[in-house]
């Protein structure tokens, strides 16, 4: 009798350990088995229990060189939340790896060797909130890939071999955020890929082999804060692209071959601070094309054909911080253009067909910290040019055809920290040129046709730093008779004591 309820006891303590702690054989998947036993904290993979299975939460696989993996290498991980896959040598994946993880958030996919996703590979997750694919070799999804994911928010598939994207890829997938779709190509997008995607912030489609953007590509995006589509073909802005888009902070479609803008095509993006509209084929643009985006603080034209600005293009930008002009077809500027801008705003200028300073629409921006103008055509500097700049610290007028700077080209300028002036033709420069920059640390002089300085030039500039004088017609300066110090770097030349 007592024997019996000796073994009746030790049979009832066994089945209640085992239904706590039962073990699951997972040493067929392989390597992948590995990391699952150090999570868990078993021996070995025979050691393995159910239980601690079910309590992994997240799995790192980055960059172990695995070129397959068995189809349930995930099966039992009931709160896996992260598992990272990126960076390894996959071709394919199992059409049901994932099936029944139904706590996981985020998926690592990326740089692999993937060239198709299985339609029903992410079916189910109704946890996931993030995928990467990025620099794979996909060249296509199936319309269901990216269906019916709920909490899906962010989305990589650039860096593929994509060609197009199907006009259903996100039906179902509302809570979509952030999608990353560049350097593919990608040759057109359905007018209704975005369709419902009402909370969709950032819709990133760069270098790619787009031509055309269709108009009612963006209706109902009124969440869209930016657009990244640089780098690519299109050649047109159809009026009503833009339109309805409050949210709309960066708008850059720089790159591209547009040559014409219509009528007030940004004008109403209320929220607008800054647009790319560099490296196109513009000649010029409608002054209305920013009214009304008052909130505009960036501006990039450059790298264009531009040739004649409108006057009232900045009209009522009282935010304007920086405009970018360099690289276009530039020789005047209309005297009021600058206007309604605020008075420190930054001006890039260079690379344009000036001959002359445009101080006249300069004026109103008495209080910018640099003014840029290198190559160029101007020839001469007047005298006082930029006394109405009193907190101007950087001039750059190199790379023109400057020969002679007078004795008041930059009197006055106590704010004055960096003068360029090399690549000039400059035979002359007043003694007195750099007279009174008491904040003057660099001054550049390199590559002109100066034969010798006055040796009073560099007198009484105690915070000078550095000079650069190679390329001209000496080769070496006396610290002695210039009265430089031998702090002083002087750049080009042998410095002689």
């Not at 899906?152 to 650039?158: P, R, S």
């Not at 730093?465 to 110090?485: A, D, M, Q």
Request: aromatic fraction near 10%; proline fraction near 4%.
């Amino acid at each position: 009798m007592r024997r019996s309820v000796y073994l009746i006891f030790i049979f009832s303590q066994f089945f209640s350990y085992a239904g706590a702690d039962t073990l699951i054989d997972i040493c067929d998947r392989g390597a992948f088995s590995d990391e699952i036993v150090l999570q868990t904290g078993a021996i070995s993979c025979e050691a393995v229990s159910s239980e601690k299975m079910a309590k992994i939460e997240k799995l790192d696989y980055y960059g172990n060189g695995f070129d397959s993996i068995p189809a349930h290498a995930f099966q039992g991980l009931d709160s896996l939340q992260s598992l990272y896959l990126s960076h390894n040598n996959f071709t394919d994946l199992p059409e049901k790896l994932f099936q029944g993880l139904k706590s996981l958030k985020a998926i690592g996919l990326a740089g692999n060797k993937l060239e198709n996703i299985p339609g029903q590979l992410f079916n189910g997750l109704n946890a996931l909130e993030h995928i990467s694919l990025t620099g794979n070799n996909i060249v296509s999804f199936e319309e269901t890939t990216f269906q019916n994911l709920p909490k899906l928010q962010v989305l990589y598939i650039d860096q593929n071999q994509l060609t197009t994207l199907p006009e259903k890829l996100f039906e179902g997938s509302t809570a979509l955020v952030r999608l990353y779709a560049g350097e593919n190509q990608i040759t057109n997008l359905p007018e209704n890929l975005f369709k419902d995607l009402s909370h969709l912030k950032l819709i990133a489609i760069w270098g790619q082999s787009l031509f055309d953007l269709p108009e009612g590509l963006f209706n109902g995006l009124t969440s869209l804060e930016e657009i990244y589509f640089q780098g690519n073909y299109i050649q047109k802005i159809y009026p009503n692209t833009f339109k309805n888009l409050p949210s709309l902070k960066t708008l850059e479609l720089g790159g591209n071959n547009i040559s014409e803008i219509p009528e007030k095509a940004f004008s109403e993006l209320s929220s607008l601070t800054a647009i790319g509209l560099s490296d196109n084929a513009l000649t010029t643009l409608p002054e209305n094309s920013f009214w009304e985006s008052t909130m505009l603080s960036i501006i990039n034209l450059d790298s264009n054909q531009i040739e004649y600005l409108p006057q009232n293009l900045f009209q009522g930008l009282v935010n304007l911080k920086s405009v970018y002009l360099v690289g276009n077809q530039l020789s005047n500027l209309p005297d009021e253009l600058f206007k309604d801008v605020r008075p420190d705003l930054f001006v890039w200028l260079n690379a344009n067909n000036f001959t002359e300073i445009p101080l006249k629409p300069l004026r109103y921006l008495y209080n910018t910290k640099k003014i840029c103008l290198y190559r160029n055509q101007i020839t001469h500097i007047p005298d006082n040019a930029f006394k109405g700049f009193p907190l101007l610290e950087i001039i750059e007028i190199d790379q023109n055809l400057l020969t002679t700077i007078s004795e008041n080209a930059f009197q006055g300028l106590l704010s004055l920290k960096n003068i360029s002036l090399e690549d000039n033709q400059l035979t002359f420069i007043h003694e007195n040129a750099f007279k009174g920059l008491e904040n003057i640390s660099k001054i550049g002089l390199a590559n002109n046709k100066l034969d010798k300085l006055p040796t009073s030039i560099f007198q009484g500039l105690s915070s000078l730093g550095k000079i650069t004088l190679g390329g001209n017609n000496f080769h070496s300066i006396s610290r002695r008779e210039y009265g430089l110090s031998p702090k002083l770097n002087i750049d080009g030349v042998a410095a002689l004591p």
